[in-house]
T-cell receptor, first 111, second 116 residues
Framework: RKEVEQDPGPFNVPEGATVAFNCTYSNSASQSFFWYRQDCRKEPKLLMSVYSSGNEDGRFTAQLNRASQYISLLIRDSKLSDSATYLCVVNTRGGADGLTFGKGTHLIIQP | GAVVSQHPSWVICKSGTSVKIECRSLDFQATTMFWYRQFPKQSLMLMATSNEGSKATYEQGVEKDKFLINHASLTLSTLTVTSAHPEDSSFYIC????????????FGPGTRLTVT
């Protein structure tokens, strides 16, 4: 089983729609969780951290379910500029080590 | 703040040559830098963790003699791909963690290497 699994998509949704992605992680000892955004041929950029209590940043809401080892990202009122690949990222070995990336979910917002 | 630069942005080289990629933290000191590699349509894979002043720690399956890492200062780490082959063609991305941060990492813009 892969450490971090995501549905690769692509998801084609109309502008203004609400869309949700999720990912699962295999290591129950994982300590921190993130959603990154990666545009084509660019480096990943941190979108938001994910906390057990759930957190919201504008149109973006992230949730973590430790019992199910499941992370979600909800995007409301999607914009054309939201088109990108969204990477689920987990720190599986504590702060001293690098991050484990999912393959990403490709989102295409259509006008 | 928290800007990381990488040079070169892209490089095309012939098989058998060596290529050096630089990663710099521009406005903070990074005791730890990470090197990742991303093949087309694949996820970023951690190659090695580089700590200033000590030897890098390589992930399983990454040849330390082929991918030489030097982290000589708190703002600079270099990755040298020695005797590059076409299968080394990839997107190489570094990230840097500020000295006191536990989980934050800031990514460089990446270097696209093509070996012909």
């Amino acid at each position: 089983r892969k450490e971090v699994e995501q549905d690769p998509g692509p998801f084609n949704v109309p502008e203004g729609a609400t869309v949700a992605f999720n990912c699962t992680y295999s290591n129950s000892a994982s300590q921190s969780f993130f959603w990154y955004r990666q545009d084509c041929r660019k480096e990943p950029k941190l979108l938001m951290s994910v906390y057990s209590s759930g957190n919201e940043d504008g149109r973006f809401t992230a949730q973590l379910n430790r019992a199910s080892q499941y992370i979600s990202l909800l995007i409301r009122d999607s914009k054309l500029s939201d088109s990108a690949t969204y990477l689920c990222v987990v720190n599986t070995r504590g702060g001293a080590d690098g991050l484990t990336f999912g393959k990403g979910t490709h989102l295409i917002i259509q006008p | 703040g928290a800007v990381v630069s990488q040079h070169p942005s892209w490089v095309i080289c012939k098989s058998g040559t060596s290529v050096k990629i630089e990663c710099r933290s521009l406005d903070f000191q990074a005791t730890t830098m990470f090197w990742y590699r991303q093949f087309p349509k694949q996820s970023l894979m951690l190659m090695a963790t580089s700590n200033e002043g000590s030897k890098a720690t390589y992930e399983q399956g990454v040849e330390k003699d082929k991918f030489l890492i030097n982290h000589a200062s708190l703002t600079l780490s270099t990755l040298t791909v020695t005797s590059a082959h076409p299968e080394d063609s990839s997107f190489y991305i570094c990230s840097a963690r500020p000295g006191l941060a536990l989980y934050e990492q800031y990514f460089g813009p990446g270097t696209r290497l093509t070996v012909t």
